[in-house]
């Protein structure tokens, strides 16, 4: 059974950080391409980041140089350390995992950023 599970979320002020986690099971991993997406009410889900199974990493224009995505296919996990956070910033964040035509996906973490 595919297990995908976010974690980290949570209340943050402007110009704070957050670790979000994503524990995953039932799919190998390591020859899968994993990021992150995000929901802002209201709003379609965006992109946020991926890293592939060759550790190239891109990332949405508003998150670069905030954000860094990272993997560690020993433990079958991926992570999101997000720095100086913005009220924009504030989703519902999901982890996910594609390839061979198969994409899967977490039920999100909630990320809000508020004085």
């Known amino acids: 059974q595919v297990q995908l599970v976010e974690s980290g979320g949570g209340l943050v002020q402007p110009g704070g950080t957050l670790r979000l986690s994503c524990a995953t099971s039932g799919f190998k991993f390591d020859v899968y391409d994993v990021g992150w997406y995000r929901q802002a009410p209201g709003k379609q889900r965006e992109f946020v980041a991926e890293i592939n199974n060759i550790g190239r990493s891109p990332y949405e224009d508003s998150v670069k140089g905030r954000f860094t995505v990272s993997r560690d296919d020993a433990k079958s996990s991926l992570y999101l350390q997000m720095d100086n956070l913005k009220p924009e910033d504030t989703a519902i964040y999901y982890c996910?995992?594609?390839?061979?035509?198969?994409?899967?996906w977490g039920r999100g973490t909630q990320v809000t950023v508020s004085s």
């Open positions: 996910s995992g594609s390839a061979y035509g198969n994409n899967y």
